[in-house]
């Protein structure tokens, strides 16, 4: 069983920045972010595998955010810099057992409990 607990959201001014943290009691592959804003599906930010070196990114975030992974730490990262007032919502970090990539909430296996990003106009 894996657990995993994001840190670092909190609120910011439009155009700034925050990186949010995931760190895992166990061994992942692929990881990934995800978020929820009020009234909305949870939908898919940015992926990462394993070795980190295959990335995907929602077209809303691509050259604002970066997915990142320290595996020595089991911790993956989220940068966001550039923040609009629409990636307001809570964030999810999620982890799969498997080495493949996924796109579907069904994908993954463990999720952290969200930590809120609120950004300000």
């Known amino acids: 069983q894996v657990q995993l607990v994001e840190s670092g959201g909190g609120l910011v001014q439009a155009g700034g920045s925050l990186r949010l943290s995931c760190a895992a009691s166990g061994r992942t592959f692929t990881m990934g972010w995800f978020r929820q804003a009020p009234g909305k599906e949870r939908e898919l930010v940015a992926i990462i595998t394993w070795t980190g070196g295959t990335t995907y990114y929602a077209n809303s975030v691509k050259g604002r955010f970066t997915i990142s992974r320290d595996n020595a730490k089991n911790t993956v990262y989220l940068q966001m810099n550039s923040l609009k007032p629409e990636d307001t919502a809570v964030y999810y970090c999620?982890?799969?057992?498997?080495?493949?990539?996924?796109?579907?909430?069904?994908?993954?296996?463990?999720w952290g409990q969200g930590t809120q990003v609120t950004v300000s106009s």
């Open positions: 999620a982890a799969s057992r498997s080495v493949y990539i996924g796109r579907g909430l069904a994908d993954y296996d463990y």
